[in-house]
């Protein structure tokens, strides 16, 4: 007998995500390159769009005046140095792929 598993979809900082060890089968990640692409500031471009559209509709995604920057893994000089940036978004991939191999199940591939 086939069983039609339906994925949920939800959202979350990679750095918080919510799951035990040995949860997944497989990891699928495309993580940030230093500070290649400034996603976040790109994003508050249609993320203002976006909220006035269907902000009412979730809530949830949309709390915020722009996009959520504070967890994002990025090497951004804002506030630092370069080599801080780096050393920052070194650490927390480092972290965060180490997760991700703890959630993955004995069978599983990253
Ligand atoms: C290399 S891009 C991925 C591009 C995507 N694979 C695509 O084809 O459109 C890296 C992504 O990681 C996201 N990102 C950065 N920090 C994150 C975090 N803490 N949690 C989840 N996503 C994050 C960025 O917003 C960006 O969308």
Redesign the pocket.
């Known amino acids: 007998m086939n069983v039609i598993r339906i994925p949920s979809i939800f959202m979350a900082?990679?750095?918080e995500l919510p799951f035990p060890d040995n949860y997944f089968d497989a990891v699928f990640t495309?993580?940030?390159?230093y500070d290649n692409v400034p996603?976040?500031y790109l994003s508050d471009f249609f993320y203002v769009w976006l909220k006035r559209a269907i902000g009412d509709l979730y809530p949830e995604l949309f709390s915020t005046p722009l996009t959520p920057k504070s967890?994002?893994?990025?090497a951004y000089t804002n506030n630092r140095s370069w080599e801080e940036a780096k050393k920052t978004l070194r650490t927390c991939s480092a972290n965060h792929l180490r997760r991700y191999t703890a959630f993955l199940n004995q069978t599983a591939s990253l």
């Not at 495309?30 to 390159?33: A, E, I, L, T, V």
């Not at 967890?71 to 990025?74: C, Q």
């Open positions: 900082s990679a750095t495309d993580p940030p390159y996603y976040s967890k994002e893994i990025v």
